[in-house]
């Protein structure tokens, strides 16, 4: 194999080999090497993945965000790692999964990712989930739907009456 390792500590294999090799340079994506007969070889390297990592530990966010848009980073490894990593909101980018991005979404923060999925997922448990952290951020308008689409009358009520909404209250 041709492994990396970056300083954070994180490692992967980057290209897997039927025979040893003996590098002399990297360049690029050009792995430039002697084989057991030593005769000079170049080997073409996949360096994305790499170069990904090491992207987002440097907090480049505008290569991340390149590579995102250009790149052939998908599956589930890559969103586990941004996701271990802290980087849930980079990971909402490579999802298109309503439940994962719903819980990416109240993992980073973002109510409005967060409210859009829940209204693909139209179930109660998510409802209650988003009217949680809505509350916790004090966004009252979709702590409201929330309620509503859970039909939770008594905190609705309850959030009327803290907010002041006399007029609601009535109904």
Aim: hydrophobic share 40%; aromatic share 10%; charged share 25%.
């Amino acid at each position: 194999h041709i492994k990396y390792t970056l300083h954070t500590g994180d490692n992967g294999i980057v290209r897997t080999l039927d025979l040893p090799i003996y590098i002399s340079a990297v360049k690029g994506n050009s792995v430039y090497c002697l084989d057991r007969e030593a005769k000079p070889r170049v080997l073409t390297i996949d360096s994305t993945e790499f170069k990904f990592k090491l992207a987002l530990v440097d907090k480049k966010y505008d290569e991340v965000l390149h590579m995102v848009r250009n790149a052939n980073l998908y599956g589930q490894a890559i969103i586990a790692y941004l996701q271990k990593k802290g980087y849930p909101e980079v990971a909402l980018h490579f999802v298109k999964d309503p439940k994962t991005r719903f819980n990416l979404a109240v993992e980073c923060g973002n109510i409005e990712v967060a409210m859009s999925a829940a209204q693909q997922l139209d179930d109660p448990a998510v409802w209650e989930k988003l009217s949680q952290i809505a509350l916790q951020q004090g966004n009252h308008q979709v702590v409201e739907i929330a309620y509503q689409r859970t039909k939770n009358f008594e905190k609705l009520s309850f959030l009327y009456l803290i907010t002041g909404n006399m007029e609601k209250l009535r109904k």
